[in-house]
């Protein structure tokens, strides 16, 4: 299984990205799809997470401007950052477990002040 992230970039504070994290498999199958980052220096935390059935979670300092969601057709889980701020700034990396743990190869978010 590979996931594929793409998306970021340097963006200013308020702006939006769009992250689209795409599966070498059907989604379909996927229990849930989770998006984690880890800003420069820090651990990594989770984001955002959605499960097959549509139910999203997501972490404090993102609710309210980020959005996740996910296409089966596309075999793609997006999320969409807006109002970003500079401490978004980070890794973002999208996450699966399938008997095992699969991790995206990431994709670096910087928001600007």
């Known amino acids: 299984v590979q996931l594929q992230a793409s998306g970021g970039g340097l963006v200013q504070a308020g702006g939006s990205l769009r992250l689209s994290c795409t599966a070498s498999?059907?989604?379909?199958?996927?229990?849930?799809v989770t998006w984690y980052r880890q800003p420069p220096g820090k651990q990594r935390e989770l984001v955002a997470a959605i499960t097959s059935g549509g139910s999203t979670n997501y972490a404090n300092a993102v609710k309210g401007r980020f959005t996740i969601s996910r296409d089966n057709a596309k075999d793609t889980v997006y999320l969409q950052m807006n109002g970003l701020k500079p401490e978004d700034t980070a890794v973002y990396f999208c996450?699966?477990?399938?008997?095992?743990?699969?991790w995206g190869q990431g994709t670096l978010v910087t928001v600007s002040s």
């Open positions: 498999i059907s989604i379909f199958s996927i229990n849930t």
């Open positions: 996450y699966i477990f399938m008997n095992r743990r699969y």
